[in-house]
């Protein structure tokens, strides 16, 4: 038997990007098309997805569907991708250099989020 599994990849902001992958014994990624739509919508695409992958995609709910030709088996998945925006505290300690560099800044989220947190840097 086999499934279907999506994966979140990353989200660094309220885009997501999923990855696809059937799993099981004998499972191979490349027996099956791979077709996602929002769940409201009424027909999946008649093109399947050139990659494993969907990128940059908001929220909302979404079928994703694997299609194998022979024999014939279709495997589906819903998922849901939610734009929580929630304000979070926290404290930031500056970590010096053992040796040479800039060193770091440990981040610690004292409350406010329930939630994988994906922090950045800009203008270093």
């Not at 990849?9 to 990007?17: A, F, K, L, N």
């Not at 929580?84 to 970590?95: C, E, R, S, V």
């Not at 610690?108 to 994988?116: E, P």
Request: glycine share 8%; charged share 15%; net charge positive.
């Amino acid at each position: 038997m086999s499934w279907l599994c999506v994966s979140r990849m990353s989200g660094v902001t309220m885009q997501q990007d999923f990855f696809f992958s059937i799993v099981g014994q004998g499972a191979n990624n490349s027996d099956y098309d791979f077709y996602y739509k929002k769940a409201l919508e009424a027909a999946y695409p008649t093109t399947s997805l050139s990659a494993l992958k969907v990128e940059g995609i908001g929220a909302g709910t979404y079928d994703i569907k694997a299609v194998k030709t022979a024999p014939h088996t279709t495997l589906t998945q819903q998922v849901t991708i939610r734009a929580d925006k929630q304000a979070i505290a926290y404290t930031a300690q500056y970590i010096p250099a053992l040796c040479t560099g800039n060193g770091s800044i440990r981040v610690k989220v004292t409350s406010g989020s329930s939630f994988d947190l994906y922090l950045t840097q800009s203008g270093w």
